[in-house]
């Protein structure tokens, strides 16, 4: 049973940076792909970036592209998400998500990612 424990998240002002961080247990690093999502105040989950396990090829909304790396370290069976440029708009609720299957189509679709962390609140006030 895979498990996800999500760190970072925090009070940061507009244009500042922060990290998150989310580490795999109980499983094998080494297939599928891992990502985050977020659920704005009062709005949907929805997709941030995603990152192939194997291929390390990630893939980001376009409201963060350019913003927003997304990054995995193997051996530690973790990835980080480097938030940079922050805006007021991504407040929101973080959610580590994982998939033991990676998808080109459908990367986005948090139907596809079977097991989610508990979340990490994300504030950027302006």
């Known amino acids: 049973q895979v498990q996800l424990v999500e760190s970072g998240g925090g009070l940061v002002q507009a244009g500042d940076s922060l990290s998150l961080s989310c580490a795999a247990s109980?499983?094998?690093?080494?297939?599928?792909?891992m990502g985050w999502f977020r659920q704005p105040p009062g709005k949907e989950r929805e997709f941030v970036a995603t990152?192939?396990?194997?291929?390390?090829?990630?893939f980001y909304a376009d409201s963060v592209q350019g913003r927003f790396t997304l990054s995995k370290d193997n051996a530690k069976a973790t990835i980080s998400l480097q938030m940079n440029n922050l805006r007021s708009e991504d407040t929101a609720v973080y959610y580590c998500?994982?998939?033991?299957?990676?998808?080109?189509?459908?990367?986005?679709?948090?139907?596809?990612?079977?097991?989610w962390g508990q979340g990490t609140q994300v504030t950027v006030s302006s």
């Open positions: 990152i192939s396990v194997k291929t390390g090829s990630s």
């Open positions: 109980g499983g094998t690093f080494n297939s599928g792909m």
């Open positions: 998500a994982s998939s033991p299957v990676f998808s080109f189509g459908r990367y986005d679709s948090n139907s596809l990612y079977d097991t």
